[in-house]
Nanobody, 125 residues
């Protein structure tokens, strides 16, 4: 059974930093793209960041570029999202996603077949 388990979300103040982790189990994703999406209250889920299978290529939403950094440790089957200079508008549930069909990152949710349950990030002003 394939599982993606996110962790690290919590309540922080504006300007703080957080690191989210997503640990995969049940199969390896070392040859596949992984990503982070987020959903703010009352809004649709949106792309935040994604990374290619080898970590060489990354992509970010304009709203997080320069503040968030995605990385991965294939030996641990884990992907991370380092979030700096957090803003209240970063509040939401953050979901980890993994593909089994593509190696290159995508900002679309379609290539990602596996999803975690999400971790709540709340940024107070």
């Amino acid at each position: 059974q394939v599982q993606l388990v996110e962790s690290g979300g919590r309540l922080v103040q504006a300007g703080d930093s957080l690191r989210l982790s997503c640990a995969a189990s049940g199969r390896t994703f070392s040859n596949n793209a992984m990503g982070w999406f987020r959903q703010a209250p009352g809004k649709e889920r949106e792309f935040a960041a994604a990374i290619s299978w080898n970590g060489f290529y990354t992509g970010y939403a304009d709203s997080v570029k320069g503040r968030f950094t995605i990385s991965r440790d294939n030996a641990k089957n884990t992907v991370y999202l380092q979030m700096n200079s957090l803003k209240p508008e970063d509040t939401g549930v953050y979901y980890c996603a993994a593909s089994i069909t593509t190696r290159q990152w995508s900002s679309s949710s379609r290539p990602y077949e596996y999803w975690g349950q999400g971790t709540q990030v709340t940024v107070s002003s």
